[in-house]
């Protein structure tokens, strides 16, 4: 079924389509040293969003599971490295660091990993086609290497599953989640990984979202995973109404200030889309996509306090209440130990994050620090086929802030 109007918004043109894609392709190495720049936030193509006519009203196959399936058996979703797979990572990262190349300028081409090769493809295909989410259980030896050896492996290791995209204004490439003593209650200015409050079910902008524990929280910072499929399924079944509403392009998500020249400050998005249809195989499955934060809906007071976007409707308040609640209820738990590393997709699962109480200073115990990494899977290369104007760039997605460029720091800031 062919995508059709369903808001007067005049369509993005090539000639502008073609303007942005060439600035990403216009590249400095001497600013971005692996040749690639992130696209960053854009709103979607409004005439390639498809009404809720053409969505499915129920999603089979692996995509859909409920925590059971996985809460006891954990060789479906943990895997742990060999010695000589941890191996292979370690001379691959001291060969790197011996290059004298920064970190921001890892790739998989200059971080071989012959061995693991094919294994990690077929975890990648299992990420971005299957239950979207792995954990490598101690992954990395992070108190024996230390902080800068494990970031170059853990990049490297990235590498092979996507591309590193930048995750915030400051061009954070590998992203740091610790309490920086922001406000939680600032939403407007503030993310919400810079401090130890619960974050909410949530996809970031990017394919794929890497986690690495550095060290744990003395109590909670546990992470909780749900099917977005399964919770379609749910909604579908049980309010088809809000189902409906959250296929619809009148959302409104905050940017926080996070913008280039000439950019909104907000962006007009669905919460679902389907699919863009494949030139090749105008026949292939279209699957349910879902993009979501409620943090960024909720940010936006002042604008719609000066008219300039519509509040959030009750329809909307209870819609997103109620996406949260679904995803409570069908949510896989699990806890991330010190050098474990976490993968998940963002098409087709979200994630949430319990509150959490570092140690105090004067129990000489380090704060709770995962390292993160956004990683980006074009269509091209294997990626959901996306209705934005960069689905097919290596760096799609992610957070660009004009020319800045990607740092990979120790720690946040």
């Known amino acids: 079924m062919a995508p059709v109007a369903i808001d007067n918004t005049t369509p993005a043109s090539d000639s502008a389509v073609q303007s942005l894609k060439a600035r990403v392709k216009t590249v400095d190495p001497a600013i971005f ?24 009203k129920h999603i089979e196959g692996p995509t859909v599971w409920q925590p059971e399936d996985y809460a006891e058996n954990p060789e479906r979703w943990v895997h742990q490295f060999s010695a000589a ?42 990420l971005l086609n299957g239950k979207g989410f792995m954990l490598f259980r101690k992954g ?5 290497w230390g902080n800068f050896k494990s970031a170059v492996a853990y990049f490297g290791l990235g590498t ?7 995750q915030n204004r400051n061009g954070h490439i ?7 003593y922001a406000d939680s209650s ?47 399924n749910i909604l579908q079944a049980e309010r088809p109404d809000v189902a409906e509403l959250l296929t619809q392009p009148i959302w409104y998500f905050d940017r926080k200030g996070e913008t280039s020249e000439g950019e909104d400050p907000y962006i007009r998005a669905a919460v679902f889309y389907l699919e863009t249809q494949d030139p090749a195989n105008p026949d292939r499955e279209q699957r349910v996509y879902c993009k979501w934060d409620p943090y960024y809906i909720r940010s ?63 129990s000489g115990m380090p704060r709770r620090h995962l390292m993160r990494l956004w990683l980006s899977v074009p269509q091209g290369e294997g990626g959901w086929r996306l209705p934005f104007w960069d689905a097919d760039e290596k760096k799609r997605g992610g957070i660009q802030v004009d020319d800045t460029a990607p740092v990979a720091r120790l720690e946040g800031d």
């Open 33 to 56: 040293p692996d040749g690639l720049r992130t696209s960053g936030q854009h709103p979607p193509l409004y005439d390639q969003i498809f009404p809720y006519s053409a969505f499915p």
């Open 160 to 166: 092979h599953i996507g591309y590193p995209v930048s």
């Open 85 to 126: 797979e941890t191996e292979e990572i370690s001379r691959a990262a001291d060969a790197f660091i011996a290059s004298g190349l920064p970190i921001t300028g890892i790739s998989k081409e200059n971080f071989p990993l012959p061995a693991l090769q094919t294994n990690l493809a077929s975890m990648r295909r299992e």
């Open 300 to 362: 936006l007071r002042r604008f719609s306090d000066k008219g300039i976007i519509p509040p959030l409707s009750a329809a909307q308040e209870e819609a997103a209440d109620l996406l949260e609640a679904t995803c409570e209820r069908v949510k896989l738990h699990m806890i991330l130990e010190v050098g474990d590393i976490q993968f998940v997709a963002n098409s087709h699962t979200l994630h949430a994050r319990t509150a959490y109480t570092d140690y105090p200073p004067e």
């Open 174 to 180: 590998l992203g740091h989640v610790q309490d920086l």
């Open 186 to 232: 600032k939403i407007d200015t503030v993310r919400i990984y810079k401090t130890t409050a619960r974050q909410a079910f949530h996809a970031d902008e990017c394919d794929i979202v890497g986690l690495l524990c550095l060290a744990r929280a003395q109590f909670g910072g546990e992470s909780d995973v749900a099917s977005i499929h399964h919770v379609w």
């Open 140 to 144: 990395i030896p992070v108190k024996e």
